[in-house]
């Protein structure tokens, strides 16, 4: 009788486990880069929010017969055709809150601070009636 050799085909348990370990150690490396430009991506967004917000409070006011910013976000989204989108307007967007403030006819105040401070951003943002953005680093320190 010749006896047959019987192949196997397959991963052994070591074979899998190595794997299973040089998947998590990727993950582990670039899990802090992704969060890091996912926070990146947030700011960004509020800044060229406040921008926006700032452009269309400019071009609201210029529109208003005496010329006055509007009273609030809304009024800016209600507008026709609208100087910023609804969900700006709603006060919320991507990781940031904004709160815009009208001082008096002539000035007004917005800032965007993250939702969850050190996970969906770290700077606070503000915009006034000047169109420039300035920001405060986590530790609190005024930076334009």
């Known amino acids: 009788m010749i006896s047959q ?5 397959g991963f ?4 899998i486990m190595i794997v299973a370990g040089v998947l998590g150690l990727l993950v582990a ?25 700032s452009t269309g409070c400019e071009s609201f ?14 009024a800016l ?3 026709t055709p609208p100087y910023i989108d609804a969900v700006l307007a709603g006060g919320t967007k ?10 008096n006819a002539n000035q007004f ?10 996970v969906t951003g770290v700077n606070t943002f503000f915009v006034d009636e000047t169109g420039v ?12």
């Open 29 to 53: 490396i670039s899990f802090p880069v992704l969060l890091r430009a996912r926070v990146g991506a947030n700011e960004s967004t509020a800044k060229s929010s406040l921008r926006t917000i």
């Open 77 to 79: 989204s209600a507008a």
């Open 12 to 15: 052994t348990l070591v074979e």
């Open 61 to 74: 006011r210029m529109t208003q017969n005496p010329p006055t910013y509007p009273a609030n976000l809304v």
């Open 133 to 144: 953005v300035r920001f405060n680093n986590a530790a609190g320190n005024p930076i334009e």
């Open 94 to 103: 991507q990781g940031y809150t904004f709160t815009y403030t009208l001082v």
């Open 109 to 118: 105040t917005c800032t965007a601070a993250p939702v969850t401070a050190n």
């Open 5 to 9: 050799l019987v192949s196997k085909k």
